[in-house]
């Protein structure tokens, strides 16, 4: 905690909003207690925010700030693709049993007698497997909507998923496919789940294109920030397209984080997740609900304020690079309306062109991109 305020001693805001998330987030922290034990002990519902809190706690406290009718569903389908997640992180599950899992998973979410043991690289993720019932019966107390919602997006996710388990990530094609298994279908779904709420009404290319374009932002943001973590536990996702360019192994810029091919590479990745920047500030130009627009836009803010950090930054290649943490608390706990995030995302394109000068690797490109997003996104503004 020290640390973090630290971080923000020059930022009054980000300090004040620490201290009052610390606060209010007991309000939704889960018990204290293991998660194995809260199974026996509590009712579906309650075990599930549990879980929830569990698995993911920042995100258990933007989910929990939503409306009632809509809540239930997030937390749901959140848990939903986490253990469809664990299934698909297992390296100890064998891939004979795991393959068919994960193409026929969206059926053990209305199956009650469902339940799967010793599978998943944590605890937590476990026990959400063992005691997979409680979130079916959860799941059936949501309205039909969204329960075809959760179910379309889970078998399509777990098809994605079981395709790319042997298959290598070669071309910018397969990068963006994966990522749009993996989270943009994750984006449509949250919307499907908006409308079925009669929160919103979004139009198709919103509840698709738009909704995609957020996930893929979010998911290449956390690929490029995660290549040193990912390139120790043997999993790689960086396109071969890419990063061929510049190297003969993924490995060799570990190696040589601060050469000209390191840095050249990395910036083409980053370069290659601004595309999606006018489509997100689109989709959230059309949210209407006051709680969903901050659920969706916060952590599109802090995807473009990591990649400002990202940006030619060699410490990427030996380790990971995180925003800090009291602004994600200031967006957790001050309103966030759709003129702060046109504010947050020129500030960080102005961050990226000041570090795209003359001298740093792949700057044209950066600076025709920034110059593209400028001009599509300019009638939104």
């Excluded at 519902?45 to 989910?63: D, E, M, P, T, W």
């Excluded at 996930?215 to 973590?229: A, M, P, S, V």
């Excluded at 120790?232 to 003969?248: H, L, N, S, V």
């Excluded at 570090?355 to 920034?370: H, L, S, V, W």
Aim: glycine share 4%; charged share 25%.
């Amino acid at each position: 905690m020290l640390l973090t305020l630290y971080k923000s001693a020059l930022r009054p805001i980000e300090i004040k909003a620490l201290l009052k998330l610390k606060i209010k987030g007991k309000a939704y922290a889960p018990p204290k207690e293991p998660l194995a034990e809260l199974a026996e002990q509590l009712d579906d519902k309650a075990f599930c925010y549990a879980a929830l809190g569990k698995v993911s706690r920042s995100f258990s406290v933007v989910i929990q700030q939503l409306p009632e009718d809509l809540k239930d569903a997030v937390c749901v389908f959140y848990l939903v693709l986490r253990a469809l997640d664990t299934i698909e992180d297992d390296m100890q599950f064998p891939l004979e049993q795991k393959l068919p899992l994960l193409e026929t998973f969206h059926e053990k979410t209305v199956d009650e007698h469902f339940s799967l043991k010793g599978v998943g690289d944590q605890d937590d993720y476990r026990v959400l497997l063992e005691h997979y019932p409680k979130v079916v019966r959860m799941f059936k107390t949501l309205n039909e909507d969204s329960q075809r919602t959760i179910i379309d997006i889970t078998a399509q996710m777990g098809k994605g998923m079981a395709d790319f388990s042997e298959k290598e990530i070669d071309s910018v094609a397969d990068f963006d496919l994966y990522c749009h298994y993996v989270a943009g279908l994750v984006g449509i779904g949250l919307s499907g789940l908006f409308v079925a709420s009669h929160l919103e009404t979004l139009s198709l290319n919103d509840r698709g294109k738009n909704s995609n374009a957020m996930g893929l932002f979010l998911q290449k943001t956390n690929i490029i920030r995660d290549y040193h973590e990912d390139l120790y536990a043997d999993r790689t996702f960086w396109p071969k397209e890419i990063w061929g360019q510049y190297a003969d192994k993924l490995d060799d810029f570990a190696n040589k984080p601060e050469s000209k091919q390191s840095l050249s590479c990395l910036n083409h990745m980053l370069t290659d997740a601004l595309q999606h920047i006018p489509a997100c500030l689109e989709y959230l130009s059309h949210i209407q609900d006051e709680q969903v627009f901050r659920f969706t836009a916060i952590p599109q803010i802090m995807a473009i304020a990591t990649m400002a950090k990202l940006y030619n930054n060699p410490r990427v290649m030996k380790g990971v690079v995180k925003v800090r943490k009291g602004l994600a608390a200031k967006l957790m706990t001050y309103p966030v309306s759709m003129n702060d995030v046109n504010n947050y995302f020129e500030k960080a394109l102005r961050t990226i062109e000041k570090k795209a000068d003359n001298g740093t690797p792949y700057a044209k490109e950066t600076r025709q991109q920034i110059v593209a997003i400028r001009m599509k996104t300019k009638s939104l503004s």
